[in-house]
């Protein structure tokens, strides 16, 4: 692996927080030698304390750890309220919708309209600490008031991702017991209105625990309205008092959930909680973005995943940044839209998935020559494994060959970066996400826990416990100790799995590889094989499926699905089967989960046990020769019947 380094630009480093490789070493020595310091230091600089902690950390229990314990403190506090001095009239957030209609909020509006919800909440709907709120919200700033209004009263946010079916919203309503439902009429996309009401109806129907739904207007367009459960935000609003004491939180009283995909058919609702995931936040924003106090921050995910948590909302309102808020897609009007944006706002960090730069790359290549694009620092990826090709071109068609890429990664269930570059110190090789932060322990391990030699893959580990990492998933803790922790051991002790295999190189990179597990990651949408399964098995006609992931060449994986039709389900019109094969999906999870491949076959290849081998379904469905071991299979010569049929398939 001799890969091109790029060093990071002489002129960036001189004022970026962390300038150069041997900083970087102290800090990730000190926090070698004495972490409760390093973590304890950090934690007493950088929160606003409405009580002190005693203890930095609690490992009595673990996995089930605690962090800055004794500590009182509010999140909404620690993203507004300490900015008021200083930046009361800075823009927090600006907003730009699908039509280009703008909207600049101020730290001081923002106080308001965020306490203002948080009244509307408490005093309308009887919301109180500890209670469960569902947020199916577009990308309008009215998403990032319901959380932090949320915060403000100790109530636990669930944002459930707009492109999920109702059924999938149902699900995790249910799972959260759920009381609240924020959502809106509708968005625009591509100049269209879409709907999201009417999928919280759907989802509202039959036994469920909402007992009121919130509904702010924002594409006007006419929603059902059932009398003594929804009410207009737009009307209530106007009543609230534009101010609302904090909840005095405990440092590990539970910030939100968002519930993200495993090897099961069920998602997990990953709990982040509040001083810990609120501080790594802030830092991560510091260190890796480098965000300075005139600088304009962008991040195109959305609050649905937890990057639009962390890198939308809460790490650049808590360092005090200005962050920006887009409700469109990035190709449209056309492919230029997204460095027009950069342009006009002149944006300094840019962060985005690769399956954007891919897209943006493949339809309009030529798009960023046409816009002034030199007030970029720092370019973000996140998500998915990025592939060289990609990576030049951000590095060089937008970031001018001048600006640093971080390649950033983490998960849900780490709330913040874990493993990357730091812009103004770490040289950089393409798709690579280099050095574990300061005060992270990641290594890559192997099965037995020791280190893997150079070159050789392994299982991306964090062997101690940090602030933002989860600390349980709702309602279950059995699954939370046997999902992450049960799978590597370093001297005798379970250390944190992240699901993801890596490689170091010989200068000490780490590379993620991907997913190790039965999770696929589509277009950086992270999704459950068992659940697309699960999905699939509910059509009457299907009697067994398998559902792999394939390369993409834009998606970075497709969802390729191997079904058994029941023997007497009499489908005569395949092409048909299959597009009544994606509805079923479309109801129970969202479009964001249609499958790019189904084929159908006599059967799947199964050990005698029953397990089915996906390893040779994924080979198959690569058009790879099968050079594993099959005479362990029930039926052999099942895997060349089903390659035969994927082979005619193509044709
Ligand atoms: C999975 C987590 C992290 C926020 C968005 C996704 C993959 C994430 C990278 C990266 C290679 C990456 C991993 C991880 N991933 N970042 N920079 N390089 N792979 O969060 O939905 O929880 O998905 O995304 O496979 O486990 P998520």
Redesign the pocket.
């Known amino acids: 692996m001799n890969r091109e380094v790029f060093k990071p630009n002489r002129e960036f480093s001189k004022s970026a927080r962390i300038k150069n490789m041997c900083e970087y070493q102290d800090l990730q020595d000190f926090a070698m030698r004495d972490y409760e310091g390093f973590w304890g230091s950090y934690a007493k600089e950088k929160l606003e304390w409405m009580e002190p902690f005693h203890t930095v950390l609690d490992e009595s229990k673990a996995p089930f750890v605690k962090w800055f314990l004794g500590g009182k403190l509010n999140v909404s506090v620690q993203c507004i309220d300490r900015h008021l001095n200083s930046r009361k009239n800075k823009a927090a957030i600006i907003f730009e919708g699908d039509r280009g209609d703008k909207q600049i909020i101020t730290y001081l509006e923002l106080y308001y309209n965020v306490n203002k919800f948080a009244n509307l909440l408490k005093n309308e709907f009887g919301v109180k600490k500890g209670d469960r709120v569902v947020i199916y919200m577009p990308m309008i700033p009215e998403a990032a008031y319901a959380m932090l209004a949320c915060a403000r009263i100790g109530a636990i946010h669930s944002i459930v991702f707009g492109g999920f079916s109702a059924e999938a919203l149902k699900d995790r309503i249910i799972d959260a017991d759920a009381k609240v439902v924020i959502t809106a009429d509708g968005a625009f996309r591509k100049d269209k209105p879409y709907m999201l009401k009417p999928v919280v109806d759907e989802a509202l129907k039959g036994e469920t625990p909402v007992k009121k739904v919130l509904v702010v207007e924002r594409n006007g367009e006419d929603v059902t309205w059932v009398a003594g459960r929804d009410y207009s935000y737009n009307e209530l609003i106007k009543h609230q008092d534009v101010k609302c004491e904090p909840e005095v939180m405990d440092a590990e009283d539970p910030l939100f959930l968002l519930y993200?995909?495993g090897s099961t058919g069920k998602p997990k609702g990953v709990q982040h909680n509040q001083a810990g995931y609120i501080l790594w936040a802030q830092m991560t924003m510091e260190w890796v973005f480098d965000v300075k106090e005139n600088d304009t921050y962008w991040c195109t995910?959305d609050v649905g995943?937890?990057?639009g948590h962390t890198y939308i909302v809460y790490g650049p309102l808590a360092m005090g940044a200005t962050t920006i808020m887009f409700e469109g897609v990035p190709t449209y009007p056309d492919a230029g839209r997204p460095w027009k944006m950069v342009e006009e706002y002149k944006v300094n960090q840019f962060y985005t998935?690769?399956t954007a730069i891919r897209v943006l790359h493949k339809t309009g290549e030529h798009e960023p020559a046409k816009y002034d694009l030199s007030s970029l620092k720092v370019l973000g990826?996140?998500?998915?494994?990025?592939d060289p090709p990609a990576w030049k071109w951000y590095y060089e068609a937008i970031g001018g060959s001048k600006c640093a890429i971080v390649?950033?990664?983490?998960?849900?269930?780490?709330g913040g970066h874990i493993?990357?570059p730091l812009p103004g110190a770490t040289p950089i090789k393409p798709a690579c996400?280099t050095f574990p932060l300061p005060g992270i322990m990641a290594e890559i391990l192997d099965e037995n826990g020791a280190k893997v030699e150079v070159g050789e893959k392994g299982l991306?580990c964090v062997t101690r416990p940090w602030p933002s990492m989860i600390r349980g998933i709702w309602g279950d803790e059995e699954r939370f100790v046997k999902s992450y922790f049960g799978d590597v051991k370093k001297d005798g002790k379970p250390v944190y799995f992240?699901?993801?295999g890596a490689i170091y190189d010989e200068a000490g990179y780490i590379t993620?590889t991907?997913?190790t597990d039965d999770?696929i990651?589509v277009s950086?949408?992270?999704m459950g094989t068992a659940e697309v399964e699960a999905a699939i098995k509910k059509h009457p006609n299907v009697a067994e499926v398998a559902v792999v992931g394939k390369p993409h060449e834009i998606k970075g994986e497709g969802i390729f699905a191997y079904i058994v039709l029941k023997s007497d389900s009499g489908v005569a019109d395949e092409v048909e089967e299959v597009k009544a094969i994606n509805k079923v999906i479309q109801k129970e999870i969202g479009n964001i989960a249609l499958c790019d491949d189904v084929v159908f076959v006599p059967g799947l290849p199964k050990t005698r046990s029953g397990k089915i081998m996906r390893r040779i379904l994924r080979s198959i469905a690569k058009g790879e020769e099968i050079t594993q071991d099959i005479s362990t299979l029930e039926d052999p010569s099942i895997v060349a019947t089903i390659a035969s049929t994927v082979q005619s398939c193509k044709l």
């Open positions: 993200t995909s995910a995943w937890i990057t998935a690769p990826t996140v998500g998915e494994p990025i390649d950033t990664y983490w998960q849900t269930e780490t493993v990357s996400a991306m992240t699901g993801d993620i991907g997913r999770v990651n950086g949408h992270r």
